[in-house]
């Protein structure tokens, strides 16, 4: 099923496209509104939680340019060294920009 | 009414607190908006549906995405399919956060999730982690996001000649370094780096291997298959050295 996009049919891919997302901002806690929190599934989600931000970012490294590397290489380090995130952010970029520039 | 059945005390004054605690990362995402306001009036949208976009949607890879697809015609199907297994992490995130949203009403529950999205999500998953219930994070957090989305769409698609090239500042590593310094500013325990070899493993086996775009969710869920299996004994949390490599 095709949409011209037309202003009006560009409207229509907006809302549904809207739609979409704010089900699954929603869908989740709807679940699990209906699921009793046992400790076995309170472990499950707490897992899973910490799961969802390297399931993000291992495929980034792996997919990344040197740049990108770099960037998460030298955030890992300055974490675990100081514990603070915004000079470890700061300084990640500051990393992929640097990469960059010097690769040309 | 004796004991009320939605016990979380909303603090305003830290939503307003939480609002500026994610100003500086929001800034970023100005120059991420102004990127997807510049690559989707080459796509052929204009200015206001461009803006129209960022403003109800709120969710920038989809966006990207999605106008990456775009042309004289749309197939409807493939285009939602794509916006929803991108936007699918959320599902996880909100049940994530449900043992906390369960202690709000309902419709300010939802009204709540209207607003998550990766960075304040990371944050309030990692408070709730270490023992804190931080809902006013996603509004507040989520409104600086939010209005940084759309302040940078606007800026993109009238004045996007201005930021070429945000891969040569770093800017495009922004959202990753931020997840990656959350993620290792959590608590880890010996299951938290089991469940993360398997997240890992299995995420790049995904994205390798399955349709494009699922990884996250599948890797999510192979961590949380650990948790489910493995349970965290004693209560109480004793200092561990970390293990080594």
């Not at chain 1, 100081?82 to 700061?90: E, Q, W």
């Not at chain 2, 005390?9 to 990127?35: D, N, Y």
Request: overall charge positive.
């Amino acid at each position: 099923m095709t949409v011209e996009t037309t202003p009006t049919g560009i409207l229509i891919i907006i809302a549904l496209m809207a739609v979409v997302t704010l089900a699954t901002r929603y869908g989740g806690a709807f679940v699990m509104s209906f699921v009793r929190i046992s400790p076995r599934i309170e472990s499950f989600i707490n897992t899973m939680a910490s799961s969802v931000l390297i399931a993000i970012i291992v495929p980034m490294a792996f997919s990344g340019d040197a740049g990108a590397l770099a960037a998460l290489a030298t955030t890992t380090i300055i974490m675990l060294v100081t514990r603070r995130p915004l000079p470890a952010i700061a300084a990640g970029i500051l990393a992929a920009a640097l990469v960059r520039l010097l690769a040309g | 009414m004796s004991a009320t059945p939605y016990p979380y005390q909303w603090q305003p004054a830290r939503v307003r607190a939480e609002f500026f605690r994610l100003l500086p990362i929001s800034l970023f995402v100005v120059a991420f908006g102004a990127a997807f306001g510049l690559a989707a009036v080459q796509e052929g949208l204009e200015p206001l549906q461009a803006l129209l976009m960022s403003v109800t949607v709120f969710a920038g890879a989809s966006q990207f995405a999605a106008v990456d697809m775009w042309g004289t015609e749309v197939s409807l199907v493939p285009l939602l399919a794509v916006v929803f297994a991108i936007n699918s992490r959320h599902l996880l995130m909100g049940a994530s956060l449900y043992p906390v949203l369960r202690e709000l009403p309902p419709a300010r529950r939802y009204g709540v999730l209207l607003l998550l999205t990766d960075a304040n999500w990371a944050v309030a998953a990692q408070d709730y982690q270490n023992g804190r219930k931080n809902l006013e994070v996603i509004v507040g957090g989520g409104l600086v996001l939010w209005l940084a989305w759309v302040i940078g769409t606007i800026l993109g698609v009238y004045f996007g000649g201005l930021l070429k090239d945000p891969q040569a500042l770093g800017l495009d590593m922004v959202l990753g370094c931020f997840l990656l310094a959350m993620a290792l500013g959590g608590k880890k325990s010996p299951r938290t780096l089991v469940a993360w070899g398997v997240a890992s493993a299995a995420a790049l086996a995904a994205w390798r291997w399955l349709p494009p775009n699922i990884h996250v969710v599948v890797g999510a869920l192979a961590g949380g298959v650990v948790g489910f299996f493995w349970l965290e004994t004693g209560r109480v949390a004793k200092p561990r050295p970390d293990p080594e490599a």
